[in-house]
């Protein structure tokens, strides 16, 4: 079966930049979509088809996918951004399913 | 305003079975892809199954194949997971969730609040 692998947590102080990886065989073949859950709430959706941003998510973040690899960009961030935040792709190669990422967890220092 | 509402989670002992709804509002269902995510205590995001706006094609985690069925009821705006040899590792928040298609690929991007199913 497929797998997405992240870093289980990320650090970073206000007003940086934090970056979050998704590693997946010749994920950038893929299309990837990202999720942000803070404790008690469902997911929200982030980022969907590797870059596009829904309406009411900030422009702080962005997206980008390519080779093995798939990135979250979070810029100028804020206390509010602390979250877990899941990629997820469509495998229809190995078998018709969703698959989600091991989750990265980021603390805003 | 999209809205999904999952009720009927409830703790129940291994080996029973317990069926989850979802109630929808604010699109039109039918014209919707609908999945089932879970996600056990203090643990990551695990995809559950999927059902085709019609119900025509259906797809499940390997985990939950033979034991669950997800189904629908486009006349009622209403979506189900019926959970069957309930095991101890099924003990999850299971959240409804909308999919999108296109390119090959769908994304979620409406989510319930979730009914907790506690196996035990």
């Known amino acids: 079966s497929y797998v997405l692998t992240q870093p289980p947590s990320v650090s970073v102080a206000p007003g940086k930049t934090a970056r979050i990886i998704c590693e997946g065989n010749n994920i950038g073949g893929k299309s990837v979509h990202w999720y942000q859950q803070k404790p008690g709430q469902a997911p929200v959706l982030v980022i969907y088809y590797d870059s596009d941003r829904p309406l009411e998510i900030p422009e702080r973040f962005s997206g980008s996918n390519s080779g093995s690899t798939a990135t979250l960009t979070i810029s100028r961030v804020e206390a509010g951004d602390e979250a877990d935040y899941y990629c997820?792709?469509?495998?229809?190669?190995?078998?018709?399913?969703?698959?989600f990422g091991t989750g990265t967890k980021v603390t805003v220092l | 305003e999209v809205q999904l509402v999952e009720s009927g989670g409830d703790l129940v002992q291994p080996g029973g079975s317990l069926r989850l709804s979802c109630s929808s509002s604010g699109f039109i269902f039918a014209e919707y892809w609908m999945t089932w995510v879970r996600q056990a205590p203090g643990q990551g995001l695990e995809w559950v199954a999927n059902v085709k706006g019609d119900g025509s094609e259906k797809n499940y985690v390997d985990s939950v194949k033979g034991r669950f069925t997800i189904s629908r009821d486009n006349a009622k705006n209403s979506l189900f997971l019926q959970m069957n040899s309930l095991r101890v590792d099924d003990t999850a928040v299971y959240y409804c969730?909308?999919?999108?298609?296109?390119?090959?690929?769908?994304?979620?991007?409406?989510w319930g609040q979730g009914a907790l199913v506690t196996v035990s």
């Open positions: 997820q792709v469509w495998d229809s190669t190995t078998d018709h399913l969703h698959v």
């Open positions: 969730a909308t999919e999108k298609w296109a390119l090959g690929s769908g994304s979620f991007p409406n």
